[in-house]
């Protein structure tokens, strides 16, 4: 059964950093791996989707990778701001399913 | 735009009764999932549809039905609401284009924070 964990639980840095989340899945045979960020009560906005074939993803200051054979992702934040203050989280889609297994996310604080 | 709409926000009920959470959507998608979100535990799937009919179990199907009678809405039932089953209920689909549908990002409605009394 594939298993994910996302190291951090929890991050706190200055405004301006450059930070990394990892994540790690146990079973590589996956479709794709995908980033989401959830602010407090709401529900999943998606980030990055890299499919199993890619190796990265960028959208503005997000960089996904993306390491299937090792089981693992992270997520690059460039030149952190307060408004990136949410909770992180990694998904993995199963080959040959459509289901998603989430980690349980990383919640990331950026003081001003 | 993606719309993935849940009738409730937030919903408070007894326990024993017969809970009907509803989810929406307008991108006409094969595809719908039901997940429930708990602190320490993250997103678990409930059950999810591939079609009008149609439905399989995810991890977590003890105690909820579902139903999928037109294909841009899918119920979550729970048959008889326990204190156990307090907590965030998120709905989704695929949202993009072209295929596979396994390759499409999933969209998120704003969920649904149900209490159970």
């Known amino acids: 059964k594939q298993e994910v964990t996302q190291i951090p639980a929890a991050l706190s840095v200055p405004e301006g950093e450059n930070l990394v989340l990892n994540c790690s899945f146990t079973?590589?045979?996956?479709?794709?791996l995908q980033w989401f960020r959830q602010d407090p009560g709401k529900g999943l906005t998606s980030l990055l989707l890299?499919?199993?074939?890619?190796r990265e993803q960028t959208s503005g200051r997000l960089n996904a990778s993306l390491d299937k054979s090792s089981g693992r992702s992270t997520l690059y934040i460039a030149a952190s701001q307060p408004g990136d203050s949410a909770t992180y989280l990694c998904?993995?889609?199963?080959?040959?399913?459509?289901?998603?297994?989430f980690g349980k996310g990383t919640k990331l604080s950026v003081i001003p | 735009d993606v719309k993935v709409t849940q009738s409730s926000r937030y919903l408070v009920k007894r326990t024993g009764e017969k809970v009907f959470l509803e989810c929406v959507q307008d991108?006409?998608?094969?595809?719908m999932f039901w997940y429930r979100q708990d602190p320490g535990l993250g997103l678990r799937l409930i059950y999810f549809?591939?079609?009008?009919?149609?439905?399989e179990k995810g991890d977590i199907p003890e105690g909820y039905s579902v139903s999928r009678e037109k294909k841009e809405r899918f119920s979550l039932i729970l048959e008889s609401a326990s204190t156990n089953q307090t907590s965030m209920y998120l709905c989704?689909?695929?949202?993009?284009?072209?295929?596979?549908?396994?390759?499409?990002?999933?969209?998120f409605g704003d969920g649904t924070r149900l209490s159970i009394l």
């Open positions: 079973d590589s045979a996956i479709y794709n």
């Open positions: 890299i499919q199993s074939s890619q």
């Open positions: 998904a993995v889609c199963g080959a040959g399913s459509y289901q998603l297994t």
């Open positions: 991108m006409d998608h094969e595809n």
């Open positions: 549809s591939y079609d009008v009919k149609m439905k």
């Open positions: 989704a689909i695929p949202a993009g284009t072209g295929y596979p549908l396994s390759n499409q990002p999933q969209h």
